[in-house]
């Protein structure tokens, strides 16, 4: 069966950085584009970035310049560098595989806090 299983997130400082990790298994993951949201406590699922198969990427306008996508397919691995975090950008992060036009997998989710 399908699992994703986030790690990386962390307590950080402002203008720190961490590097999420997503590992992949269950299906195969060179044939699906992937995507990271992030959630708040009461807030709705944020858009984060993606990967298509091809390794074209997108990344919503708050993160831009500061996060990079990027895979793994030998590792079956997803990976997003975060450089310069803010207050804002704490919030429990997935990952999450597409399915067509929609996701249909997602993992349990690593917390990233930016806080001092």
């Known amino acids: 069966q399908v699992q994703l299983v986030e790690s990386g997130g962390d307590l950080v400082q402002p203008g720190g950085s961490l590097r999420l990790s997503c590992a992949a298994s269950g299906f195969d993951f060179s044939h699906n584009t992937m995507s990271w949201a992030r959630q708040a406590p009461g807030k709705g699922l944020e858009y984060v970035s993606s990967?298509?198969?091809?390794?074209?990427?997108d990344y919503s306008d708050s993160v831009k310049g500061r996060f990079t996508i990027s895979r793994d397919n030998a590792k079956n691995t997803l990976y997003l560098q975060m450089n310069n975090l803010t207050p804002e950008d704490t919030a429990l992060y997935y990952c999450a595989r597409e399915n067509g036009y929609t996701y249909d997998y997602w993992g349990q989710g690593t917390q990233v806090t930016g806080s001092a």
């Open positions: 990967i298509k198969p091809s390794g074209i990427t």
